[in-house]
């Protein structure tokens, strides 16, 4: 009874997983943590598995729990003094940028923060990325283009309720976030209409009036054709193209190329359902648009994205009421984790670093002077590629992340890893990246720590603190004090996630994503700010865009972009298309949630989805060890024989490292402009291993 839990100590806060960062009250002592979901503003309660098991890794004994040295368990003086000797050894031999650091989009707003100052004023590196790289570049490069700013959902997620169709492209909800099928209920009781775009079947699919089932990485043709059907139809809203948007008559001609027929031999998607989507999105009063990693995971994710904005834009959707345009994010904090600095072109408040008066803002908080803060450097794929090579990265710090697992071309990039003179990693859990570093540091986990995330609405929420963590492991903002301090620039990185909180309201004062008037005491007192927030009296901005864009004019951008196929399409060597993706019990690498015994039991293995037709070509059955070979190497997995994937599409979950590694096929091709690898699509074939 919830009498006899009263005395134990409890916190409010929010799931560690992905960005819907369901609330959840945590209560108890000891070994027992009770986890309760808790509504997050006007989004009811809700949590999937993940969320309910969370706690159980607090008390697991797989956790980290004291530093080592090449596998030697140590002090953390002893820790702290090698990194730092290291770093300094390798900096004075090969230069700053030798020693580069690589974050995570799971990291509180505040370590974010914390590791893009400490890269470039402690560190005096140009060599910083995180792995959102790998997941919201994209749709952020895009956001960017066509609407002067990047924020996930420029509304309230309850907002999605009162849609009337919806377009969901690349995104399966119902596996990677469930409690946001709530609102997709809600619209569908109401009678609306769900468009699904994927190559398969997914949850999210079968629940969806139409699935447009394409073939991997057509996304974008498939846009361009529903832009042409809008335009020939007589479906485009004249009136707010001519009122709110520029740039239409360039993309115009382009969609006019994009006939049905055409697009059908593209895309695989029959004409008829071509015509029917887009009558539904005409139809409804109010459609939304949402795209999601299965539209950004490609060498051309941003011009995919932009082709869904142009569609939404044709439509005359974004920035009106109910918003109409919006993108998912991935990560825990996939939002806040692209706006504070840890990546290789940005200052916090989203501003650019090659901007000189973004530098000087943000140089006079900081305490530098604005020309010793480095230029940027190179994206995730381009330095984990770089490392130990001539002139790249001779030492890497990890924190928040598992590129083991979660790069693509992984066997490559565990290569490089191993090839450096110096690996630290900062993880809860001996992940398989951890396991190759020449310095593991424990760190404490979320129900151990205070902070804060932006959630995929870009509403600023706290995490809080259940229980101190075990005696020997630091938080991350612990270490990076702790390193800063040994590195002699101790005074430039504070281990108090409040002040460090404080610190980035007044650095992203006047930027894009600016959090200057968002407190602890606010945030605890509002349950929840969406930022901008530019003073505390500002009431936040929960809606974007009503009263014009973000752009210099206020007018929405149409971009003008082609269709060109995935960089490797498949030929007789390699006749069949491989996507990835995830599934319910995990998140991401895997790292904590095969960790937690519930949901390594509920999806213990990884496996290849196929078509019976395909399977069949192959003399493969349901359960038969399949070798899947790329360009890039092959990984086994049993068979899982299913007709709701395409008969030319084969399926593997991205969680799991060892012979079922996903990402040893991966191709890291990468986007021109957001430097995104090409996940969702690459050429493999097919073997059955001999039993
Ligand atoms: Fe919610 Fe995501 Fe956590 Fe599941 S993993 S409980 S959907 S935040």
Request: glycine residues 10%; neutral net charge; proline residues 8%.
């Amino acid at each position: 009874p919830l009498g006899t839990l009263e005395p134990m100590p409890g916190a409010a806060t929010h799931c560690p997983y992905c960005a819907l960062q369901c609330g959840m009250d945590l209560r108890g002592d000891g070994d027992l943590v009770h986890v309760a979901p808790r509504a997050t503003g006007d989004n009811p309660p809700g949590l999937c598995q993940k969320g309910w098991t969370a706690a159980e890794l607090l008390t697991s004994n797989e956790r980290l729990t004291t530093p080592t040295i090449d596998g030697e368990p140590t002090t953390w003086e002893r820790a702290l003094a090698h990194i730092t000797q290291r770093i300094q050894q390798i900096q004075h031999q090969h230069g700053p940028d030798a020693v580069a650091i690589l974050g995570g989009g799971g990291l509180t707003n505040e370590k974010a923060y914390a590791l893009g100052k400490f890269a470039r004023v402690v560190l005096g590196t140009k060599n910083i990325d995180y792995n959102g790289r790998f997941c919201m570049s994209s749709a952020a490069a895009a956001g960017i283009k066509a609407f002067g700013l990047d924020r996930g959902l420029p509304f309230p997620m309850a907002d999605i309720a009162s849609a009337e169709a919806i377009l969901l492209v690349g995104s399966n909800v119902a596996e990677t976030m469930p409690p946001f099928v709530h609102h997709l209920s809600t619209m569908q009781s109401n009678g609306g209409a769900l468009i699904v775009v994927d190559p398969r079947r997914t949850p999210t699919a079968k629940r969806a009036t139409l699935h447009l089932q394409l073939t991997p990485g057509t996304d974008l043709a498939l846009a361009q054709g529903l832009l042409h059907l809008a335009i020939v139809e007589g479906y485009v809203d004249r009136d707010y193209i001519g009122a709110r948007t520029e740039g239409f008559a360039e993309v115009h001609p382009i969609a006019m190329a994009y006939w049905p027929e055409r697009v059908e031999r593209i895309t695989g998607v029959p004409v008829s359902q071509q015509r029917k989507a887009i009558r539904i999105l005409h139809d409804a009063g109010n459609a939304l648009v949402l795209t999601a990693r299965g539209a950004e995971q490609h060498a051309k994710g941003v011009d995919t994205v932009s082709a869904f904005v142009n569609l939404a834009l044709a439509l005359g959707l974004p920035g009106t009421e109910g918003n109409r345009y919006g993108c998912l994010t991935g990560q825990g904090n996939g939002q806040g984790g692209r706006e504070h600095g840890q990546k290789a072109d940005q200052l916090p408040g989203y501003r650019k670093l090659d901007d000189p008066k973004a530098r000087e803002h943000v140089a006079k908080v900081w305490g530098v002077d604005p020309a010793d803060l480095p230029m940027p450097g190179v994206s995730a794929y381009e330095l984990l590629d770089a490392l130990g090579q001539p002139n790249g990265p001779r030492a890497l710090l990890v924190f928040g992340t598992n590129p083991v697992v979660s790069a693509p071309r992984a066997k490559h990039v565990e290569e490089r890893l191993k090839s450096l003179d110096l690996l630290v990693v900062a993880d809860l859990v001996q992940s398989e990246t951890a396991a190759i570093a020449d310095v593991v540091l424990p760190t404490a986990q979320w129900a151990e720590e205070e902070g804060t995330t932006t959630n995929l609405e870009g509403r600023v929420i706290r995490r809080r603190r259940l229980r101190p963590p075990p005696p020997k492991v630091r938080t991350d903002l612990e270490i990076l004090a702790g390193l800063a301090e040994s590195l002699g620039k101790g005074d430039k990185i504070s281990a108090d996630p409040r002040r460090t909180f404080e610190e980035l309201g007044r650095a992203s004062a006047g930027g894009i994503a600016d959090y200057a008037g968002i407190s602890y005491e606010r945030l605890d007192r509002d349950g929840g700010v969406f930022w901008p927030c530019p003073t505390k009296d500002h009431p936040g901005t929960p809606r974007m865009f009503h009263d014009g864009f973000a752009t210099p004019n206020g007018r929405a951008r149409f971009v003008p972009v082609e269709y060109r196929p995935a960089v490797e399409d498949v030929d007789s060597t390699y006749p069949v298309y491989l996507t990835t993706g995830r599934v319910l019990a995990h998140y991401q690498s895997g790292a904590q949630t095969r960790r937690i015994p519930s949901l390594r039991r509920a999806a213990p293995d990884p496996f290849v989805e196929l078509h019976p037709q395909l399977a069949g070509r192959h003399g493969i059955e349901d359960g038969d060890e399949v070798r899947v070979v790329s360009r890039r190497g092959e990984a086994t997995a049993p068979a899982r024989i299913t007709d709701t994937i395409r008969t030319d599409t084969a399926f593997m979950p991205f969680h799991w490292s060892g012979a079922g590694r996903a990402n040893t096929l991966t191709n890291p091709a990468l986007d021109p402009t957001s430097k995104m690898p090409e996940f969702k699509v690459c050429a493999v074939r097919l073997e059955k291993v001999a039993p």
